[in-house]
């Protein structure tokens, strides 16, 4: 059965300093994966998504991540954070045979301080 | 402007009263979701449509039933609350499969005492 970790519960960080928020997953068969930005207060906006090709995709508000499908990995990256980026982060995953079901990490939480 | 919209916002009720939480979404979207948040456990998927009239489980549909008879709306009822339903819900929608850009409603606060 498919699940994904994000071992990260909280990560502190310095403004302007770079961030990767790490997410991995476990999975017989191929996935489609996805990171979900939730900010104080608000549902869910999508950052970015792996589907298929680049296995580097280029988000929103300057974020990327890298699909690295050996080390079943799809870490976040930014390579400077501004306070505005504060919010909670979520790593989600589709099995591509179901592409119904989807499962979400349990998040970590960016707080960028000044 | 497109949206998807949830009713109400927050809610207490007591344990074993009937209540209904629903939602819409203007953007003609097949594909629609409910999930519960809470704390270290991220989001769960509770039931998800395909279309109208096709609903199915997701990975936390106890105590929960849906319905889909018109495209735009997915009400989530919850036929005998009880205080570990005591949540954050979010619906959600997209064009046609849980793959595509999902668009989430505001949330809805659920405290069952």
């Known amino acids: 059965a498919q699940s994904v970790t994000q071992l990260d519960s909280q990560v502190p960080v310095f403004e302007e300093a770079p961030v990767e928020l790490r997410c991995n997953y476990s999975?017989?068969?191929?996935?489609?994966l996805f990171w979900y930005v939730q900010y104080p207060n608000q549902g869910l906006q999508l950052l970015l998504k792996?589907?298929?090709?680049?296995?580097l995709v280029k988000g929103i508000n300057g974020f990327e991540a890298e699909f690295n499908k050996s080390q079943t990995s799809f870490h976040l990256r930014k390579p400077s954070v501004h306070i505005s980026d504060t919010a909670e982060y979520f790593c989600?995953?589709?099995?591509?045979?179901?592409?119904?079901?989807?499962?979400f990490g349990s998040g970590t939480r960016l707080s960028i301080r000044p | 402007e497109a949206q998807v919209t949830q009713n109400p916002r927050y809610l207490i009720t007591v344990t074993g009263k009937k209540l209904t939480v629903t939602c819409s979404q203007n953007?003609?979207?097949?594909?629609m979701s409910w999930y519960r948040q809470d704390p270290g456990l991220g989001l769960r998927q509770i039931y998800y449509?395909?279309?109208?009239?096709?609903?199915d489980k997701g990975d936390v549909p106890e105590g929960y039933k849906v319905s889909r008879k018109e495209k735009r709306n997915f009400p989530l009822i919850l036929e005998s609350p009880s205080p570990n339903q005591t949540s954050l819900y979010f619906c959600?929608?997209?064009?046609?499969?849980?793959?595509?850009?999902?668009?989430f409603g505001p949330g809805t606060r659920l405290l069952v005492l």
């Open positions: 999975s017989s068969v191929s996935v489609y």
């Open positions: 959600a929608s997209s064009l046609y499969r849980s793959q595509e850009t999902q668009y």
């Open positions: 449509s395909m279309n109208v009239e096709v609903t």
């Open positions: 953007m003609n979207h097949e594909y």
């Open positions: 989600a995953v589709i099995e591509r045979s179901s592409a119904s079901k989807i499962i």
């Open positions: 792996y589907l298929s090709g680049s296995t």
